[in-house]
């Protein structure tokens, strides 16, 4: 799958278990989540779709996670398999699923251009989009959260380099999700670091601020 499609299934993925367990989930952190396996794309050193696609070396990854956090752990965790249980077993294959117990491939291989892969992913996306939009989670990542700035990762290593042509060409049908993902998340960002600095501006130059004579009335007196 492109980057909308992982994104788009891991927000399915992680908002359905967040509901079925009563968990609140920060839902930066599960789209960060859904999209890391293909960070291997970036890192010359690891083959694509290897050990960052496996179930094995990922649940083992996440044990700690699960003793220390327990239930809550569950819609992070179903964010980053469903990657390769789902999206690249379906629109991807060749993925060494059981790494390092097999390194057989593994996956249907229907190819990410393939009509079917493609609709596929424009109907999570228009899915993510409702559920975004149908329970006000959109605003959230337009409040003041530190999180938010997760965003940030997926922004800069999978979505802007995907549009740029690298390090996979997307299809003109797949352009709009991946622009408007990419609008949402960038407004999301903009608006925390401005948050951010201003906060820094005023701890940095406040007192100064505050030694300010309030008003001409003051200063008269
Ligand atoms: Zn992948």
Redesign the pocket.
Known sequence: MFAVG?LALGHICGFATSKAFKINMNMPLVLLLSMI??IDILIPQLQH?GPT?SIIAVTILFIPFFVTYKKKAIPYFAALTQ??LI??LIG?GNMQLFWPINTQYYGMELGVKNPINMTLEWVLFTLSILIMLKTNQIATLFKPDHSNLLLSIPVSTLLLPTLRGFPLDVPTWLIPPHLIYTSIFSISITLNLLKTLKALRKRLFGSRTHSRPASLFELER
């Open positions: 992982h396996p293909d779709r696609h990657h390769f999206g690249d991807g």
